[in-house]
């Protein structure tokens, strides 16, 4: 069966400092992978989508990126993290054609920016 | 543009029935999709519709109006851990893999 996990499931940040959270998903190959965050009280906002390694799509001008080194790792970066980063980032993948699936989401990580 | 809109909040009794309302406007439409989300988790699918008409799995149904740009979660015999968020969530094609999400609707279940 396919599983995603998604680490730290917490991260307590200072401003300007780096970040990097990783998502890796198994049981499954050429998955489509996602980078969602939730501000409180907010919806779910899309970062970034993959549809294979090395392919990134960027949803709104932001201070993250992401990397995809591997079919089943997602990596989401920033160099100099800002109070407007913190939120709760959850990662997701589905299958690469329509279904009725949908998303299967990873377990989330709550950062906070001091 | 792409909009969609829930109700914020809704309060139910344990046993009851409860809808939760849907609306959307987007390109390129394939497919609703309901999540819920207890707080502090992350969000579980729960139901799909790409046709019109009623989808019904246990105690929760969903509704999809394409032309009508409408869907609704019917939440039947209320229990209490239905207490969470409910988000509706539409699939967009064109070649692309993009869901765009409601806001969420917090059901509070009271005993």
């Known amino acids: 069966s396919q599983t995603i996990h998604q680490w730290p499931a917490t991260l307590v940040q200072p401003v300007g400092s780096p970040l990097s959270l990783e998502c890796t998903v198994e049981g499954t190959s050429n998955p489509n992978l996602y980078w969602y965050r939730q501000a409180a009280g907010r919806g779910l906002q899309l970062l970034f989508y993959?549809?294979?390694?090395?392919?990134i799509s960027s949803e709104v001008p932001q201070n993250l990126s992401a990397s995809r080194p591997q079919d089943r790792q997602f990596i989401l970066s920033s160099k100099k993290l800002l109070l407007s980063d913190s939120g709760f980032y959850l990662c997701?993948?589905?299958?690469?054609?329509?279904?009725?699936?949908?998303?299967?989401f990873g377990s989330g990580t709550r950062l906070t920016v001091v | 543009g792409q909009n969609i809109d829930q109700p914020t909040e809704m309060t139910a009794t344990e046993g009851a029935i409860v809808q939760i309302n849907c609306t959307y406007q987007?390109?390129?439409?394939?497919?609703l999709f309901w999540y819920q989300q207890h707080a502090g988790e992350a969000p579980t699918f729960l139901s799909y519709n790409v046709l019109d008409g009623l989808e019904e799995k246990g105690r929760f149904s969903s509704f999809l109006s394409r032309s009508k740009g409408y869907s609704y979660l019917l939440l039947k015999e209320l229990q209490m851990k239905d207490s969470a968020s409910y988000l509706c969530a539409v699939r967009r094609g064109s070649g692309t893999y993009k869901y765009i999400f409601g806001t969420g609707t917090r059901l509070k279940v009271l005993a």
């Open positions: 997701a993948w589905s299958v690469p054609k329509w279904g009725i699936s949908g998303y299967t």
């Open positions: 987007t390109s390129g439409f394939n497919g």
């Open positions: 993959s549809v294979g390694i090395g392919q």
